[in-house]
């Protein structure tokens, strides 16, 4: 009860080999529907508000500038997996173009070279890559992966992901809605060049770090402080849900700028909300800046770890993301090659080891973004990034709790009591699992934070409902609040 959020994460980043891990963070969602990242200098129990078991989710907090320069081969696929996750929620918008360009890698990295005995005619078509999807554009995706990426590995295909992934005007947003002075809708968001505003289907504001002098914020109300050329002083001003959404804005935007801007960690200072610093709220950035990180990467030398990009564990994210967990003691559901023949049709995708969800029938028939633009120009403030109105929230994709949590639960009832050290890791199984899930954990975490009672619904509040295998008969329809 008393382990601080640092011992939590740093168990985590043992469990998956990942030496990378400052960009990386632990997020979780209230009972209020309100996300939060875990603080590493605070007590776990004591920042999450619901009961146990505890849910909580391992995410890219701070994007790479540039992810292709990752030293290792871990990092760089736990990154894929973040950034395809952001495309397949509508955070990642790009054209149609890219967007069948990316899919594709996604097939190559996850289903290998084109075979027309596995793979029949409209192969494609049977993966949500994104919100909503077109005929045209699948037949874009199948003919790029066909023709285009024959020989490529795995690594390969996801080092040309990310390659592309990185030059599109939304990389690396996660956004927050918000409202302007004048009412109108927009989704504010930090990203490793500055601060961006996106609203409609436009990129109405582009701020870079070295322009933003002040962040603020006063019950609801968001203040960005500018300075431009020639003195030029802006007072950007947007309106937040909730208060603690509007501190959670806050609290991004100071932990972002700190990891950007910073030439090294000792710089950090504490930041008060107000202008008066005994009013307010106070909040210190306590990690380390990109500087900093990329100055330690350089230095890492070790064999790479080996990286299994399938298993049969079914991730909280995607109804049929699949990875394997590191822990001896949890019974492995049994592994099936992927092997598909044109007699076993397309359903049998459903079934084989990729991580890319499969589409449900409920899922939307149009995908009709079209970039016109490129983060190229800097200078440029407004930006069309999209025939379509950037709304992420449109995404129907739930997070299902999986069905494996419940060994997972007898596994922590079994452990719960008994320290889980960095030390008896090292007697598990010695296999890096490929997944971001804080879930494949399972028992180990929930043993940390005094687990108890059953996992039929997420304490976080972004879910309660029937199991997974319930979920899929009846369709993924059911829009929720995204971690």
């Known amino acids: 009860r008393d382990a601080k959020g ?37 007590s776990v129990v004591k920042q999450l ?67 027309s005995g596995k793979h029949p005619e409209g192969y494609s078509s049977k993966f949500q890559f994104f919100p909503k999807h077109s005929e045209k554009l699948e037949r874009k995706i199948a003919e790029i992966h066909k023709t285009e990426l024959s020989g490529q590995t795995p690594a390969t295909s996801e080092l040309n992901f990310l390659r592309k992934a990185q030059t599109l005007e939304t990389y690396g947003v996660d956004p927050h809605p918000c409202k302007d002075v004048s009412g109108n809708a927009a989704f504010l968001a930090f990203t490793p060049f500055g601060f961006v505003v996106l609203q409609g289907n436009k990129r109405v504001h582009f ?21 431009q050329k020639e003195e030029k002083k802006i007072i950007l001003t947007y309106f937040a849900p909730t208060p603690e959404a509007c501190k959670h804005l806050w609290k991004c935007g100071i932990e972002n700028q700190a990891f950007y801007k910073l030439e090294k960690s000792s710089q950090v200072r504490t930041v008060s909300s107000s202008n008066l610093f005994f009013k307010g709220s106070r909040f210190r950035y306590s990690g380390r800046v990109a500087k900093e990180v990329m100055e330690s990467s350089a230095k890492i030398k070790r064999e790479p770890p080996e990286i299994h990009r399938a298993g049969m564990v079914p991730s909280r994210s995607c109804p049929s993301i699949t990875h394997g967990p590191r822990l001896s ?40 973004p079209h970039v016109r633009s490129s983060r190229t120009d800097s200078n440029e403030r407004v930006a069309v990034i999209a025939d379509e109105a950037y709304s992420p929230a449109d995404s129907v994709l739930p997070t299902p709790v999986a069905e494996h949590s419940l060994e997972l639960m007898l596994l922590s009832r079994q452990i719960n009591g008994a320290t889980c050290s960095i030390e008896e890791e090292k007697e598990s199984e010695v296999s890096t699992p490929t997944a971001t899930e804080v879930e494949a954990l399972g028992g180990e975490l929930r043993a940390l934070c005094q687990g108890h009672g059953g996992p039929e619904e997420e304490q976080s509040g972004h879910l309660k409902g029937p199991p997974l295998q319930q979920q899929q008969q009846q369709g993924w329809g059911k829009s929720v609040p995204l971690v």
């Not at 043992?14 to 529907?33: A, M, Q, S, T």
């Open 207 to 227: 701020i870079k770090w070295n322009e933003v002098t002040k962040l603020k914020f006063e019950g609801k109300t968001f203040y960005l402080y500018v300075s």
């Open 49 to 115: 508000r619901s009961q146990p078991p505890f849910t909580m989710c391992f995410r890219v907090k701070f994007y790479p500038a540039d992810p292709a320069a990752l030293k290792e081969e871990i990092t760089r696929y736990l990154v894929f997996l973040q950034i395809k996750r952001d495309l397949y929620h509508g955070r990642l918008l790009c054209k149609t173009s890219d967007a069948a360009l990316l899919a594709a890698y996604i097939l190559q990295a996850e289903i290998g070279d084109y075979d």
């Open 329 to 368: 003691s949890v019974p492995r559901t049994r592994r099936r090659a992927v092997h598909i023949s044109i007699m076993e049709g397309l359903e049998s995708l459903r079934d084989s080891a990729h991580s890319t969800p499969v589409r449900s029938s409920s899922h939307g028939d149009t995908f009709l």
């Open 6 to 42: 640092q011992y939590l994460f740093d168990l985590l980043c043992h469990h998956l080999n990942l030496l990378e891990k400052d960009y990386f963070g632990i997020r979780f969602v209230d009972p209020d529907k309100q996300r939060h990242w875990l603080e590493f200098t605070k």
